[in-house]
């Protein structure tokens, strides 16, 4: 059929007709909302955005130090990623996965030369969840085995699988969940598991207790271990120096492969290109997203080392997706890692972070009753709020709902206010903006930050 002007109003003057009141409306009546009770949500209608800021329909601008789901890397509208998303859409805008493609080629190019030495296959998917589906899937038909060792306090997505990765309560309502699947405690100095005082007894005691785990579950029955780099949502828990090349040393005496999920610490987010080149250590997979391409096109993947794609060279993977390295997001990848590189935004996020955000967050904590801890780096920051600074009690219990909440609620909302957008998880707010964002951005919003801890100071 060859496609001909429909007499419809265009898309344009579609969207144009749609007002605040009729896409809150819509949304309502039309839209299921991820992770949320329904009835209770009145998500905010979203006009646009640029750079490190985006606006409501009723022009009220908000500086983002979320980056959405810590995703914009980027910023908001980048216009090379915007170009080269139109330009493949005029050109191939889907070519499914069997085929060659050249968007999907160069993508995959980038981001082998950016990963560390002897990873140079990627496999695409969507996202994050689907990324380390398909890493487990690889490590256990390499090794054979079928355990996965994973970390408590981690998130790993939300498929079957990668739900029962994760380490915190958003398994529960998925449990039993997929077999084979064990969970250890990793390292957190300011809540050890190990009741450590110091990051070395810290590191010293998570390693021997993953040694214990593997000894218990045997290793030999492990395919992998799997861990968030610099674990994301569940606090930027920043690993002591040493221990993720203590977890590196156990997989190789065991012949176990590492999964670093780099979903969301990667891509410029830690102030490297991935987090694990901190600590010069060279997994076996590597899962990105996110950051990747900013999720201007939904994105992921695994980055596959040799050893591990030899394995399927005369032997077929049984794993894929209809839209794995689709052009469109491809594309955007291309467009994003050029740029990256063009305007050195990997070295600008680690600068910001350590000659803005720290420092800067180091002063606030000092002022505020209700901030026990700031912990990070580059553009990926925690600042954890508490009742008491001695107990370390948090301001909201762990899993808080309802009234338990509120404080952390009464935080946000004083941000919102003020015009920046937080992002908050139990008791913590996240300092995650773009990669991008400037200091004098980053600044402004440390100034609201600081203003709105008053609110949460007065439940100490
Ligand atoms: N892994 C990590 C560390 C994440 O933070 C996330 C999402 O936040 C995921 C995996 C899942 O990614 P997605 O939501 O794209 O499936």
């Not at 001909?4 to 809150?24: I, K, N, Q, W, Y």
């Not at 999964?259 to 080149?277: Q, T």
């Not at 894929?320 to 070295?347: K, N, Q, R, W």
């Amino acid at each position: 059929m060859t496609h001909t002007t429909t007499p419809t109003a265009s898309f344009t003057e579609r969207m144009a007709g749609l007002d605040e009141a009729a896409v809150r409306r819509l949304d309502r009546d039309h839209v299921f909302h991820s992770w949320s009770a329904q009835a209770l949500i009145d998500p905010l209608p979203i006009a646009r955005a640029e750079g490190s800021y985006f606006w409501d329909h009723a022009g009220k601008r908000y500086l983002d130090f979320s980056s959405q789901l810590v995703n914009i890397n980027i910023g908001y509208q980048h216009p090379k990623v915007v170009a080269a998303i139109q330009e493949q859409a005029a050109r191939l805008a889907t070519i499914q996965p069997a085929f060659a493609n050249d968007a999907r080629s160069e993508a995959a190019r980038l981001i082998a030369e950016v990963a560390p030495e002897g990873l140079d296959r990627v496999f695409f998917t969507n996202g994050g969840a689907e990324a380390n589906e398909n890493a487990i899937r690889m490590a256990r038909l390499h090794t054979g085995r079928h355990k996965v060792l994973a970390t408590y306090r981690s998130y790993h997505g939300a498929t079957a699988g990668s739900i029962t990765l994760t380490g915190d309560p958003r398994r529960w309502p998925s449990e039993p969940g997929q077999p084979g699947i064990v969970h250890f405690w990793g390292p957190y100095t300011y809540r050890s598991a190990f009741h450590s005082e110091t990051e070395e007894q810290e590191r010293e005691r998570a390693l021997a207790h993953l040694r214990d785990t593997l000894m218990v579950e045997g290793p030999h029955t492990v395919a992998a271990i799997i861990l968030e780099t610099v674990v994301g949502t569940n606090g930027i828990l920043v690993p002591p120096e040493g221990y993720l090349q203590g977890v590196r040393a156990i997989c190789d005496e065991f012949g176990i492969m590492l999964i670093a999920d780099e979903v969301m610490a990667g891509f410029g987010r830690c102030g490297e290109w991935f987090a694990v080149d901190h600590w010069g250590v060279v997994p076996d997979l590597i899962t990105f997203a996110k950051g990747v391409n900013s999720g201007y096109v939904p994105l992921g993947g695994v980055i596959i080392s040799d050893p591990i794609a030899d394995t399927f060279q005369e032997r077929a993977y049984p794993g894929g997706l209809t839209y794995s390295g689709h052009p469109l997001a491809c594309a955007s990848a291309v467009a994003s890692i050029t740029a990256f590189h063009e305007e050195g935004i990997v070295d600008h996020a680690r600068r910001l972070g350590a000659d803005v955000i720290g420092p800067r967050l180091r002063e606030i904590a000092a002022k505020h009753a209700s901030v026990g801890d700031v912990r990070g780096l580059g553009v990926f920051w925690a600042v954890e709020l508490v009742t008491n600074r001695e107990t370390r009690d948090p301001l909201v219990p762990f899993n808080a709902a309802g009234d338990a909440a509120k404080p952390m609620a009464a935080f946000a909302a004083a941000c919102k206010e003020r015009g920046l957008w937080p992002f908050t998880h139990f008791n913590r707010t996240h300092v995650v903006p773009p990669c991008t964002t400037t200091a004098e951005e980053a600044e402004e919003g440390l100034a609201i930050l600081d203003e709105a801890l008053d609110v949460a100071d007065t439940f100490t």
